[in-house]
């Protein structure tokens, strides 16, 4: 993991686009829900970082896939992505909360490569402006946690 973070400091050196990409693939080897906490903590690290009306309407979406993710079917997921996605007037946040919703749905439905493209998505919403090193930092770091933390159980 922690090569694939410097790779990922390389490449948003290089302003290149998907950094979050080899994260969530390499989260996503482990298990799953791996790339899924990440993103789950990466809307959290971010909703604790700025100013929406929204985000009181949007929290219970973000509790819900903590809590419930594994109970729900596919298809629920996706019925939650689209209900949180047609909500008016979009914002970045809740773009990645419906991407992430659809990051569920997707490897719920046994599609690993659609969960992980929906999970990079997500990601980079959460970091519009490229060039901001602490918040990316504060990214990279819950995925060495979050990885380092199933390695020690397992």
Known sequence: MKQIIE?????????EILWAHPIALELQKYHYSLAI??????????SSEIKSDKLS?????????????????PSQCD?????????????????????LWASIA?????????????????VEL???DISDRRLLDRYLE??????EAYKSQN
């Open 7 to 15: 790779n990922v400091k390389q490449t948003i050196a290089q302003k």
């Open 142 to 147: 819950a995925a060495v946690r979050i990885c």
């Open 106 to 122: 997707a490897f719920r439905d046994g599609e690993e490569q659609g969960g992980i493209i929906e999970t990079t998505r997500t």
């Open 79 to 99: 019925e939650i992505s689209r209900e949180i996605w047609y909500l008016p007037e979009r914002e970045e946040i809740q773009t990645a909360i419906a991407r």
């Open 37 to 46: 906490q990440w993103a789950i903590e990466c809307i959290q690290i971010y």
């Open 57 to 73: 309407q949007l929290n219970k979406y973000i509790q819900q896939a903590v809590q419930e993710q594994n109970i729900l079917t």
């Open 126 to 128: 959460l970091l519009p």
